[in-house]
């Protein structure tokens, strides 16, 4: 015992220490649990152009914190955890003007908000596609008249490009007309109602073969059309010498050959921003001569069937690297935005193997990031098929 200190202190004080330790240790455990308990609220939208295009790829952050993501294909962004009160969301993107928006976060709740950019003048001048573009146009006339007259059963392009397969019988199986069935050795088959044998197979207008007809030997991706007939419904064009074609036809018209792009990680925005901060890729407004389309791939994209029946106009932008060479880099080639998907779809396989004058700077060729608008112009009325066609 300490003098002046009556007995049983020292005791007291450590116990008085281990409560205090108690209750220091409780308070740091609570402390996670404090701030996880800061009232958030989170954000949504879709970012679009000014023309109503959405945008892909657009960078969308909270100013001053770490919160980030990047919109989707179709333009979508969602931001959680945000402090309640006010904040402003950022938005920006290569080749559009960025923006900011000032919102204010309520605890709990979340807040739709639609940013839209404005490209950058550095764009090309945009390509111009009037009327539907048909491939072989000459070729698939035929093709066409007999399927505004609604005589058999037809399927486009545009519905092949819509399908999750990629096998021709899967593109029939809807038919009402068509029967298919799977042979020993798994070989799939088709017949048409009413028949009692193989339907007649015509390929480019051409007869190919009656009897059993493997339909996995035929690639779907190189399909423009199929046509369907049975019974007495048969046009002229189809019938030959040796009555073949009492079983019906299936006619099928081939694609426009395509070069297939070389196979290539898609290049990611931040190795892109990288490229061009470090002028490695140059912009439309750091080189003397921007780079310009000169040929090659499908000229023009083919307007789609639905569509241009339905008179629905539209704008998409597509964004790649034109390399020294004239063409575009594998992995580079994304869609920037788009009105619909469907011209999407159409304007990336028009570029499939397109050529361009490179960008030239200070006399050389450089590689430039190129950002080419494509605007679908609406049919006028007396040009559109009817309805169903």
């Given at each position: 015992?300490?003098?002046?200190?009556?007995?049983?202190?020292?005791?007291?004080?450590?116990?008085?220490?281990t409560?205090?330790?108690?209750?220091?240790?409780?308070?740091?455990?609570l402390?996670?649990?404090?701030?996880?308990?800061?009232?958030?609220?989170?954000?949504?939208?879709?970012?679009?152009?000014?023309?109503?295009?959405?945008?892909?790829?657009?960078?969308?952050?909270?100013?001053g914190?770490?919160?980030?993501?990047?919109?989707?294909?179709d333009?979508?962004?969602?931001?959680?955890?945000?402090?309640?009160?006010?904040?402003?969301?950022?938005?920006?993107?290569?080749?559009?003007?960025?923006?900011?928006?000032?919102?204010?976060?309520?605890?709990?709740?979340e807040?739709?908000?639609?940013?839209?950019?404005?490209?950058?003048?550095?764009?090309?001048?945009?390509?111009?596609?009037?009327?539907?573009?048909?491939?072989?146009?000459?070729?698939?006339?035929?093709?066409?008249?007999?399927?505004?007259?609604?005589?058999?059963y037809?399927?486009?392009?545009?519905?092949?490009?819509?399908?999750?397969?990629?096998?021709?019988?899967?593109?029939?199986?809807?038919?009402?007309?068509?029967?298919v069935?799977?042979?020993?050795?798994?070989?799939?088959?088709?017949s048409?109602?009413?028949?009692?044998?193989?339907?007649?197979?015509?390929?480019?207008?051409?007869?190919?073969?009656?009897?059993?007809?493997?339909?996995?030997?035929?690639?779907?991706?190189?399909?423009?059309?199929?046509?369907?007939?049975?019974?007495?419904?048969?046009?002229?064009?189809?019938?030959?010498?040796?009555?073949?074609?009492?079983?019906?036809?299936i006619?099928?018209?081939?694609?426009?050959?395509?070069?297939?792009?070389?196979?290539?990680?898609?290049?990611?925005?931040?190795?892109?921003?990288?490229?061009?901060?470090?002028?490695?890729?140059?912009?439309?407004?750091?080189?003397?001569?921007?780079?310009?389309?000169?040929?090659?791939?499908?000229?023009?994209?083919?307007?789609?069937?639905?569509?241009?029946?339905?008179?629905?106009?539209?704008?998409?932008?597509?964004?790649?690297?034109?390399?020294?060479?004239?063409?575009?880099?594998?992995?580079?080639?994304?869609?920037?935005?788009?009105?619909?998907?469907?011209?999407?779809?159409?304007?990336?396989?028009?570029?499939?193997?397109?050529?361009?004058?490179?960008?030239?700077?200070?006399?050389?060729?450089?590689?430039?990031?190129?950002?080419?608008?494509?605007?679908?112009?609406?049919?006028?009325?007396?040009?559109?098929?009817?309805?169903?066609?």
């Amino acid at each position: 015992m300490r003098d002046g200190m009556p007995a049983g202190t020292n005791k007291s004080v450590s116990t008085v220490r281990t409560f205090r330790g108690v209750q220091l240790i409780l308070l740091v455990a609570l402390v996670p649990g404090i701030a996880a308990s800061q009232p958030v609220g989170s954000v949504r939208g879709v970012v679009h152009d000014s023309v109503g295009g959405v945008v892909s790829d657009a960078q969308v952050a909270i100013k001053g914190s770490a919160l980030r993501t990047t919109s989707d294909d179709d333009g979508t962004f969602r931001l959680a955890g945000i402090p309640q009160g006010q904040a402003v969301i950022e938005v920006r993107r290569l080749g559009y003007r960025p923006v900011s928006t000032s919102v204010t976060i309520a605890a709990g709740a979340e807040l739709e908000v639609n940013p839209a950019l404005a490209p950058v003048p550095e764009q090309l001048a945009p390509v111009q596609i009037h009327k539907r573009a048909e491939a072989y146009d000459s070729r698939l006339s035929g093709f066409n008249e007999r399927k505004s007259k609604h005589v058999g059963y037809f399927v486009t392009r545009d519905k092949l490009d819509r399908m999750n397969s990629a096998r021709f019988v899967d593109a029939l199986r809807e038919m009402p007309a068509v029967s298919v069935r799977t042979l020993r050795g798994g070989v799939i088959t088709v017949s048409l109602r009413g028949a009692r044998c193989a339907p007649l197979f015509f390929m480019d207008g051409f007869p190919a073969t009656s009897g059993t007809m493997d339909l996995d030997m035929i690639d779907l991706s190189g399909v423009e059309g199929i046509e369907v007939y049975s019974g007495m419904s048969i046009p002229p064009q189809f019938m030959v010498a040796s009555g073949s074609e009492n079983c019906g036809v299936i006619a099928v018209w081939s694609r426009p050959f395509r070069p297939k792009p070389r196979n290539r990680e898609p290049v990611s925005r931040t190795e892109l921003e990288r490229l061009v901060a470090e002028h490695t890729v140059y912009t439309a407004d750091q080189v003397g001569e921007p780079a310009a389309w000169i040929g090659g791939g499908s000229e023009l994209p083919v307007y789609p069937d639905s569509l241009w029946a339905a008179r629905v106009p539209g704008r998409v932008v597509a964004e790649f690297i034109v390399g020294q060479d004239g063409k575009i880099e594998p992995g580079t080639l994304t869609i920037a935005s788009a009105t619909h998907p469907y011209f999407a779809s159409a304007v990336k396989s028009a570029l499939e193997g397109a050529v361009f004058r490179p960008a030239v700077l200070q006399g050389n060729p450089v590689r430039q990031l190129v950002q080419l608008p494509f605007v679908f112009s609406s049919p006028a009325p007396d040009s559109v098929p009817p309805p169903g066609s």
